[in-house]
């Protein structure tokens, strides 16, 4: 006969009784759940005033709707293209020097036999991730300076007569920002590709060079493919955060005279917002800022899928 | 096995491409603290490369009479340790939480989580949400926004549910309270991982200027980095407003170098403990997703 009491037992203790007895486990999460709301969730419902006329005297509800006003106005903005150029080139060429100079350098910095050697190496370059952009950008405005080191050794080397204007000449500072955040961070990008490059077989390595693989056939023919997953993760992720990460360094490295090819999405949002209080018109901009850039993640997702599942090499 | 020609070569090339690669990092480095050292006038001939050639103390003397440095020193030291301790309680105490397979909501407060990850009210909108929290001038506004963070739940759940679920099971028969077996048993097996999300909260909470630079216009709350970014952008100290332009332009450079390595100095310092947790920090996370 069928024990009645067990039948109880097994039943699912009432959700009140449950929630009593975890009651440590849950106390433990509703702190971070309130802050959550708090700092994540009620700024997000903030997003609304870039459909409204927000002023310092409105609340974020009680704004009067305005629809896509904001948005056209930024579209017909004249600084407009001109800050969406500066975006996309300046993100563009970050991209391309900055993507495949970290993969050549895991594959060079794995090739170093000398294990001391290639940790001094990696923790060398690891060391500029770790200072700010605020160190750093004022390390290359002192670097190219009049009297600055790049100045005075072309002066020294006698191939310019007089200093040459670096950071107050817009022409040039595409390339400042590139170069100075390759520098910054092509250490830190060898990071992961090294890591992956450590769980590859090395009896791969063995047997090609039974079979008289070069060191370049060996790199194009084992190293690369081990590491193709990690390649593609971090083709996502620096395509998603293309255009937000420059914040940091363009306010530094930004000055009156080189705004013309300083000026970026984010830069501009800062500026209309936080310095000039059109709150409506520069979250319009940022709202802009993030549909792009997921539109952006998407594209990559589906374009390196192909790399991440079949082999394309 | 022995080394063919062509490897010895490669080996060859690829050492004087690192010994190359590994100058152009940390010349320049090496070249701001040399210059930090050296007479300012003199400086400005050129030539200082990795040594100073007038050996002078008067950058760093300058800048320490500045009563501003020692507020904003104050005020960064304190945020990186505030940030530090009660992020790293936050996010242990969460992650451990959603190791619980029967905690009630878990499936809620992941969404809400990962929710966080990829969405963000942005600049603006979070800039006077913050307001209206009275968050402006007040030095709470560098702690509690970023108290939460989901990657770093993941990747400490992540180790927490390495730890054999046994250990807890055998101290709970034993009449141990959930809080026993986290304080006595939890933590201190994830000293690693705790580390890990340590450091690198107490890297970002140094070098962060932003927050400073969007919520903070108080100069007394300044920490330093963004002490700093006012003397970069400025390129001229409210203590030496006056002169002619040379020694203005001078003073300011100097006092400027010195910043920005007393400024570097904590990060340097705390650099070789961080470098075991490098990869850790970075491969818990990633990977796992």
Known sequence: ?313 | MRKTKEEKIFNFVNLVFMVFFTIIIAFPLINIVALSFNDPLDALKGGIFLWPRKFTFESYSTVLENHAIYLAFIVSVSKTIVGIVLHTFVTAITAYALTREDLIGRKWFEIMGILTMFVNGGMIPTFLVFKSYGLLNNFWVYILPVLFSFYDVIIMMNFFRGIPRSLEESAEIDGATPFTVFAKIIIPLSLPVIATIALYHGVYQWNDYMTANIYVNNENLFPLQQLLYKIVSENLSPTVATGTAVVRQTTSQSMQLATMVITTIPVVAVYPFLQKYFVSGLTLGAVKK
Request: glycine share 6%; proline share 4%.
């Open chain 1, 1 to 313: 006969m069928e024990d009645s009491s067990t039948t109880h037992k097994n039943k699912k203790p009432s959700f009140f009784r449950r929630f009593k007895d975890q009651a440590f486990y849950q106390a433990m999460i509703w702190p971070s759940v309130i802050l959550m709301i708090l700092f994540n969730f009620i700024p997000m419902y903030g997003l609304i005033i870039a459909f409204k006329n927000y002023t310092v005297l409105d609340t974020i509800g009680g704004a009067p709707w305005v629809g896509f006003e904001y948005f056209q106005e930024f579209f017909k903005d004249p600084l407009f293209w001109t800050v969406m150029k500066n975006t996309f080139g300046i993100a563009f060429f970050k991209m391309l020097i900055g993507f495949p100079g970290a993969i050549m350098l895991a594959v060079l910095i794995n090739e170093v036999a000398n294990v001391h050697f290639k940790k001094f190496v990696q923790t060398i370059s690891y060391l500029p991730h770790f200072l700010s952009w605020v160190i750093l950008g004022g390390m290359v405005i002192m670097w190219l300076s009049d009297t600055g080191f790049l100045n005075s050794l072309l002066m020294d080397l006698k191939v310019i007569s007089k200093p040459i204007e670096f950071m107050a000449d817009p022409n040039k500072y595409w390339a400042i920002a590139v170069l100075s955040d390759f520098w910054k961070e092509v250490g830190w990008g060898t990071i992961l590709y090294l890591a992956s490059m450590t769980a590859i077989d090395p009896s791969l390595y063995e047997a090609a060079k039974i079979d008289g693989a070069t060191k370049w056939q060996q790199i194009i023919h084992i190293t690369i493919p081990g590491i193709r997953q990690m390649i593609a993760l971090n083709l996502i992720l620096s395509i998603g955060g293309l255009l937000g990460s420059n914040l940091d360094q363009t306010l530094v490295l930004q000055n009156s005279l080189n705004y013309a090819s300083s000026e970026v999405l984010n830069s501009y949002v800062f500026k209309m917002g936080i310095k000039q209080g059109n709150f409506s018109y520069a979250t319009a901009v940022g709202i802009f800022v993030s549909v792009v850039s997921l539109i952006l993640i998407v594209l990559s997702r589906w374009g390196t899928r192909k790399i991440s599942d079949k082999s394309v090499f």
